[in-house]
């Protein structure tokens, strides 16, 4: 099919589109035709930026995971755990608000996509004197904190959505009743300790310790 001379939209103005058009109706639903049809224009216009619906997804998943995450306002420091648990919030917060988007992630947002974020959190992992070879442990443990735990929020059914757990009969489970009943975090704020949690344990860790100490 040959591509117009011009293009008549943007890359991402049709990566917003292709988002409203999931949000709205599913990611079934989703295909270049119906594409084109809401922005107006005829499918040859997308090919100036699309070479199919794959890449397509890919740039619906680097928008969702990347672009659209806000960047917390933290100097480098001593304190650098609560960067990343405010990352990590603002990751989910994303994700979230494109529920139906969500499962896009798993086969559309390869590491080599985002190697410039991964790039920059290393470098403040540096700058706030974190030793270099935690680095990896911290950014891989991280993102797989993150997306499977939003991936598999996404995924439950709306009326769930506020509750870690579902209702429950005390009688037939009272162990996990009365863990529920004790809990007093959100679903939000459980996900931030997971972070920080996680973060902490390798401060903790000897390799940490040792390091620090040999600084």
């Known amino acids: 099919m040959a591509r117009p001379s011009k293009p008549l939209i943007s890359k991402e103005s049709a990566v917003k589109a292709s988002i409203e058009i999931i949000d709205a109706e599913g990611i079934e639903a ?18 100036h930026h699309f ?21 917390p306002r933290r100097a480098p ?83 769930a959505r506020k509750r870690v757990f579902p209702p429950l009969d005390p009688d037939k489970h009272p162990h996990l009743a009365r863990a529920v009943e004790a809990n007093d975090l959100s679903v939000n704020e459980l996900f931030a300790q997971r972070i920080r949690t996680f973060l902490n344990g390798i401060i903790n860790s000897d390799s940490y310790r040792r390091a620090e100490a040999s600084a």
């Open 30 to 47: 989703f295909s270049l035709p119906k594409l084109a049809a809401h922005m107006g224009v005829r499918a040859p216009s997308l090919y």
């Open 51 to 71: 070479a199919d619906k794959n890449e397509i997804m890919t740039a619906i998943a680097r928008y969702i995971a990347g672009k659209s995450v806000t960047r």
């Open 77 to 159: 420091g001593p304190d650098w755990p609560e960067y990343f648990v405010s990352l990590a919030v603002n990751f989910r917060q994303s994700v979230l608000r494109h529920r139906n988007a969500a499962i896009v992630l798993i086969q559309h947002l390869p590491r080599e996509t985002l190697i410039g974020s991964f790039e920059d959190a290393a470098k403040f992992l540096s700058d706030s004197g974190v030793p270099s070879h935690l680095h990896v442990q911290i950014l891989d443990g991280i993102e797989t904190l993150c997306i499977g735990a939003v991936l598999a929020e996404a995924a439950r059914n709306p009326r």
